[in-house]
């Protein structure tokens, strides 16, 4: 009943601050750039329960500016998912997550951990007002972890393949690793994350699949998830939807 409960929790939460994983960013784009995913998630619990949900997300460069010194950006990072059917409890009006944090531009980067390097951090769900994020890499507060952590556990570089975006076809290296997590739910998380890569991406990712299985520390349940990405737009104007949260 526990995994039942935080299933859309750990759908947009995926991770916790002790995740290392590259993720969807492996290279820092001029400020004001794009990227907008459609992505496809299938949960199964149990034997028995099961849901999917479709949605999209946009990771955005939404401003520039210097804190002690260094050079930081502002990056936001946007979910919208909506239920497509299933026996897990999910809102009928689906759900959109904003995230939005400052980090010193160094730390933006393939092989780095920004979570560990935010100046501030901001936090907006549904039509609520933003709210000041204390801990950015914690699982309460949406998908951060997951997409702008550290280097992936026992990487290794995948052959080049053919990737359809909204790039047009591509032929895209790729990277695959596993990633061993403990939750703060009671719950650990083992995955595994498989990524193609193109220098001509905003952040140098056209797609990724991340298959993941939770497991309840006493054993009394067990969740898997499948997410699917792909790159459908890119962009170079890209404005906070959150301005005022600075």
């Not at 492996?26 to 400020?31: A, E, H, R, T």
């Not at 997409?147 to 990737?163: N, Q, R």
């Not at 695959?176 to 998380?189: A, C, H, I, Q, Y």
Request: aromatic share 4%; proline share 5%; net charge neutral.
């Amino acid at each position: 009943m526990r995994l039942a409960c935080s299933a859309v929790v750990v759908l947009l939460g995926l991770a916790v601050c002790e995740a290392r994983a590259d993720g969807m960013l492996y290279k820092l784009p001029k400020d004001g750039a794009s990227a907008t995913f459609e992505f496809d998630a299938a949960i199964k619990m149990d034997a028995d329960k099961q849901m999917r949900m479709k949605g999209t997300m946009r990771m955005a460069s939404v401003g520039r500016t210097t804190e002690d010194g260094q050079p930081c950006r502002w990056i936001e990072v946007t979910f919208e998912a909506k239920a497509e059917g299933g026996d897990l409890p999910a809102p009928k009006e689906g759900i959109k997550e904003i995230a939005k944090i400052l980090v010193p531009e160094k730390f933006l980067a393939k092989g780095q951990s920004p979570l560990e390097h935010v100046v501030r951090a901001w936090r907006q769900t549904g039509k609520g007002q933003p709210r000041e994020m204390k801990d950015a890499a914690n699982i309460d507060n949406g998908p951060l972890p997951v997409l702008l952590a550290g280097p992936l556990k026992d990487a290794k570089a995948l052959e080049k393949a053919e990737v359809e975006s909204k790039l047009g076809k591509l032929a895209c290296e790729g990277q695959s690793g596993n990633l061993e997590l403990k939750g703060n739910r009671d719950m650990v998380f083992k995955a595994r994350l498989e990524t193609r890569l193109h220098d001509d991406a905003p952040f140098g990712v056209v797609g990724s699949r991340w298959t993941m299985e939770v497991t309840e520390k006493d054993g009394q349940g067990s969740m898997k998830m499948d997410w699917n990405l792909k790159l459908i737009d890119v962009g170079d104007k890209a404005t906070s939807e959150i301005p005022d949260a600075k």
